[in-house]
């Protein structure tokens, strides 16, 4: 990496920011971190705060509120769209609550510099000190749920203080969420390319973090929408399966075919559901080999599912639905780590 070429842009979004905003804005465009900054207003309430920058570089306006994500891509669709920008670039998302100081925004770009190897670096918060509650609880809980399910090391997954390149950038646009579990999806993204890491910075919450836009309860539950998603695919296709898999017993088929013909439906809504609504997996030159791995995935859990089932049948004074329900429970998580690691993949 040319660290002396290296152009790095500042983007701010921005909704009802703080009376500090204007100056903060000042400090990052006198402190020579950025070549540009970009500053999103995503439909404040008041222009006032804006009105007094001086030269914030760009200053972009939503003209309704549409969420933080939204107001992120819009600013990396300006940059990309800019013939003197190239994709070596690198972006810097910063807060507008209040919660970066430069001090840590320079660190962060600093780490641009150096011969990282990483697609996308993050300012993670120490969560020392005076911190509010809700903050603290909703990042361990939020922590320890993305490890699970996706991997990954990352000690702050709500920071909004994120370093990218424009190349790697590019694939947040197709993310279709516009509010804070934008940024979650993008998180996700990163890890799953294998190239994130993070750095630490201070931690700040001015008034217990009274000025922040973030719903704790509303906003918690819209970034763990996109895990419940699976679990409610899942659940529907179960529900088809169940059915025709009964329907089948009851007409006096054997296990094993009864378990073909609900899984030989349930395959095909699973796969573009999941693909679709989940995983958002939109590649279409890969359509076809991902369709083949999925009905290999489905086959081979087919007969591990069906074994089990027989086998707990069997040895047991349950009846067959509820031996299906214990089994399939059982594969639940194991099939949907193997589908967002081997089949699923983002592809940068």
Same mark, same amino acid.
């Given at each position: 990496?040319?660290?002396?070429?290296?152009?790095?842009?500042?983007?701010?979004?921005?909704?009802?920011?703080?009376?500090?905003?204007?100056?903060?804005?000042?400090?990052?465009?006198?402190?020579?971190?950025?070549?540009?900054?970009?500053?999103?207003?995503?439909?404040?309430?008041?222009?006032?705060?804006?009105?007094?920058?001086?030269?914030?570089?760009?200053?972009?306006?939503?003209?309704?509120?549409?969420?933080?994500?939204?107001?992120?891509?819009?600013?990396?669709?300006?940059?990309?769209?800019?013939?003197?920008?190239?994709?070596?670039?690198?972006?810097?998302?910063?807060?507008?609550?209040?919660?970066?100081?430069?001090?840590?925004?320079?660190?962060?770009?600093?780490?641009?510099?150096?011969?990282?190897?990483?697609?996308?670096?993050?300012?993670?918060?120490?969560?020392?000190?005076?911190?509010?509650?809700?903050?603290?609880?909703?990042?361990?809980?939020?922590?320890?749920?993305?490890?699970?399910?996706?991997?990954?090391?990352?000690?702050?997954?709500?920071?909004?203080?994120?370093?990218?390149?424009?190349?790697?950038?590019?694939?947040?646009?197709?993310?279709?969420?516009?509010?804070?579990?934008?940024?979650?999806?993008?998180?996700?993204?990163?890890?799953?390319?294998?190239?994130?890491?993070?750095?630490?910075?201070?931690?700040?919450?001015?008034?217990?973090?009274?000025?922040?836009?973030?719903?704790?309860?509303?906003?918690?539950?819209?970034? +763990?929408? =996109?895990?419940?998603?699976?679990?409610?695919? &899942? @659940?529907? $296709?179960? /529900?088809?399966?169940? !059915?025709?898999? %009964?329907?089948?017993?009851?007409?006096?088929?054997?296990?094993?075919?009864?378990?073909?013909?609900?899984?030989?439906?349930?395959?095909?809504?699973?796969?573009?559901?999941?693909?679709?609504?989940?995983?958002?997996?939109?590649?279409?030159?890969?359509?076809?080999?991902?369709?083949?791995?999925?009905?290999?995935?489905?086959?081979?859990?087919?007969?591990?599912?069906? +074994?089990? =089932?027989?086998?707990?049948?069997?040895?047991? &004074? @349950?009846? $067959?639905? /509820?031996?299906?329900? !214990?089994?399939? %429970?059982?594969?639940?998580?194991?099939?949907?780590?193997?589908?967002?690691?081997?089949?699923?993949?983002?592809?940068?």
């Amino acid at each position: 990496m040319d660290s002396m070429s290296l152009s790095v842009i500042g983007v701010i979004p921005a909704f009802n920011p703080p009376p500090k905003f204007s100056s903060f804005v000042h400090k990052l465009s006198n402190s020579g971190l950025f070549s540009e900054l970009v500053v999103v207003d995503d439909g404040s309430a008041s222009t006032d705060n804006f009105d007094e920058l001086k030269h914030p570089g760009v200053l972009i306006r939503h003209e309704h509120n549409r969420g933080k994500g939204a107001a992120i891509k819009t600013a990396i669709q300006h940059i990309i769209d800019r013939p003197d920008i190239a994709d070596t670039a690198w972006i810097v998302t910063v807060d507008a609550d209040g919660q970066h100081d430069v001090a840590s925004v320079e660190a962060v770009v600093s780490h641009i510099h150096k011969d990282h190897g990483l697609d996308m670096i993050l300012g993670e918060r120490l969560f020392a000190g005076d911190v509010p509650l809700r903050s603290k609880l909703g990042n361990i809980a939020t922590q320890l749920m993305i490890k699970i399910l996706f991997g990954g090391g990352i000690s702050d997954t709500q920071t909004g203080l994120r370093a990218f390149s424009v190349e790697f950038g590019r694939q947040f646009l197709d993310i279709r969420s516009d509010r804070y579990e934008f940024e979650m999806e993008m998180l996700i993204r990163s890890i799953k390319s294998g190239k994130v890491g993070g750095i630490p910075i201070s931690t700040i919450y001015e008034d217990g973090n009274a000025i922040s836009n973030f719903r704790p309860l509303v906003d918690s539950m819209r970034i +763990y929408w =996109i895990i419940f998603r699976f679990a409610g695919v &899942s @659940l529907f $296709v179960s /529900t088809i399966d169940f !059915i025709i898999f %009964g329907l089948a017993s009851l007409l006096g088929a054997s296990i094993g075919w009864s378990q073909f013909a609900g899984r030989g439906v349930g395959t095909f809504v699973s796969f573009f559901l999941n693909r679709s609504l989940v995983f958002h997996s939109d590649f279409d030159d890969r359509k076809i080999w991902q369709f083949v791995k999925f009905v290999c995935l489905v086959a081979a859990f087919g007969i591990i599912a069906n +074994y089990l =089932i027989v086998g707990l049948h069997n040895r047991t &004074s @349950l009846g $067959v639905i /509820t031996c299906k329900a !214990i089994v399939e %429970g059982g594969l639940f998580i194991l099939s949907f780590l193997v589908q967002k690691t081997l089949i699923f993949k983002v592809r940068k």
